[in-house]
């Protein structure tokens, strides 16, 4: 919780000066160099414990993948919720594209400079209004947070010493088997998914030739996911988690073939999009369902390992934000080595067929890999339910040992 309180005001002025204009004319580009690296490295310190609160609100599995599911489904309710007002306040004040293919930089300065000073005025105006009421929602879901969530701890944990060290809990957390097998498909399968969603806006744009439509497609994905991770639940808690991950996550292999061999039809886009945000929700939740299962699973091996719940969950998340990254290179040098024109209404060919791969073809490679990772993944349901017996006798033993050293000092008392 104190990592969450301290990084919440922070976090909110340095995502808000992102989207300021500064007056200097030289540095602008370091201005938001720093400014973004400042704000994502403060939404990990939120991140990282607010993931790891899940290993501290219930001793039950069957309480943690529900709140796993709520939290699933409103990370992705509130990437909806995102998208609409950045989208509903600065979409009127985009930049027009550039009718010229081969535009140069200097008839790209020049076009910057046609707009008039009112019009950049409202455009930037129009950033800073949806960065101020992005991080208002920011504070007020932090607040909710903090106010609301009480931390419990592992009643055989409380009788323990000091935790380990972080050194020595990292070479404990990163030689664990399931964990390695776990998070090595979790990054495949991020990759994926991070894929398409970094180039979608774009692939609608100029491959698809949906302009004005790519806003309300990415609205069907996430809408479709947001519906959908509930039935997710409910299908991991009947046939398994890892029956849950080959179905739930394969299933975006057939939709992503047909977009690549379709041809331009919106209605058909659409019901791709829908059918893609099925998929997108069962990446969101199973392999953080899954998390948990191995953090038990590392207890009942390492029953002195008390403390390391936060290096799991850092690793998740670290690996979350490397995907992101290694998908924007990907991106932006595929786009560069193709002939990407900023702006431009239309690009050539090459670009085009580069955003058909990037959104279809490569996604659906690392799906498969990452399956293939998954099915090396030990802890299947009844390896589950062996470890909930194994804890619940374990957290038997430390409430009996607890009540005996109670009577005990109450005696002492008395005599």
């Known amino acids: 919780m104190p990592w969450i309180i301290f990084s919440t005001p922070l976090a909110v002025v340095a995502y808000f000066l992102i989207w300021f204009v500064p007056d200097f004319p030289q540095g602008q580009s370091l201005w938001y160099l720093l400014f973004y690296c400042l704000f994502e490295t403060l939404v990990t310190c939120f991140h990282v414990p607010y993931s790891a609160l899940t290993m501290f609100i219930s001793t039950e599995q069957s309480e943690r993948d529900s709140a796993t599911a709520y939290r699933m489904t409103v990370e992705v309710l509130g990437t909806v919720l995102g998208t609409a007002i950045q989208g509903q306040i600065v979409g009127q004040a985009d930049t027009p594209c550039l009718q010229d293919r081969n535009i140069s930089a200097v008839a790209l300065e020049g076009a910057n400079r046609t707009h008039s000073t009112t019009s950049l005025r409202e455009t930037q105006n129009a950033y800073l209004l949806a960065a101020g009421v992005i991080a208002t929602i920011y504070i007020i879901c932090a607040v909710i947070l903090i106010l609301g969530v009480r931390e419990q701890r592992e009643p055989y944990e409380t009788q323990q010493a000091e935790p380990m060290s972080f050194f020595r809990g990292l070479r404990l957390v990163m030689s664990h088997g399931p964990y390695v097998k776990l998070i090595a498909g979790f990054l495949f399968t991020s990759l994926a998914f991070m894929l398409v969603e970094g180039n979608f806006a774009l692939f609608c744009t100029y491959t698809l030739g949906f302009r004005n439509e790519f806003q309300n497609l990415l609205l069907a994905i996430m809408l479709s996911a947001t519906f959908t991770i509930p039935i997710w639940q409910w299908f991991l808690t009947r046939f398994g988690k890892k029956t849950a991950v080959y179905v739930g996550i394969s299933s975006a292999v057939p939709f992503l073939t047909l977009v690549a061999l379709m041809e331009r039809n919106l209605i058909i886009t659409y019901v791709v999009a829908v059918a893609a945000g099925i998929s997108v929700a069962a990446a969101f939740l199973l392999p953080w369902s899954m998390l948990p299962d191995v953090i038990d699973d590392f207890h009942l091996k390492q029953p002195h390992s008390r403390g390391t719940e936060p290096i799991f969950f850092s690793f998740y998340?670290?690996?979350?934000?490397?995907?992101?990254?290694?998908?924007?290179?990907?991106?932006?040098?595929?786009?560069?080595?193709?002939?990407?024109?900023?702006?431009?209404?239309?690009?050539?060919?090459?670009?085009?067929?580069?955003?058909?791969?990037?959104?279809?073809?490569?996604?659906?490679?690392?799906?498969?890999?990452g399956l293939l990772l998954f099915k090396l993944y030990p802890i299947d349901e009844e390896k589950r339910r062996q470890n909930k017996k194994a804890l619940q006798a374990l957290r038997e033993e430390a409430s009996s040992s607890g009540c005996s050293d109670t009577d005990s000092t109450e005696l002492a008392s008395i005599l």
């Open 317 to 369: 998340v670290f690996f979350t934000k490397f995907a992101s990254g290694v998908s924007l290179g990907i991106s932006t040098l595929s786009l560069d080595f193709a002939g990407y024109q900023t702006r431009g209404c239309t690009q050539p060919r090459r670009v085009k067929f580069t955003l058909k791969m990037l959104v279809t073809m490569t996604p659906i490679v690392l799906i498969l890999l």
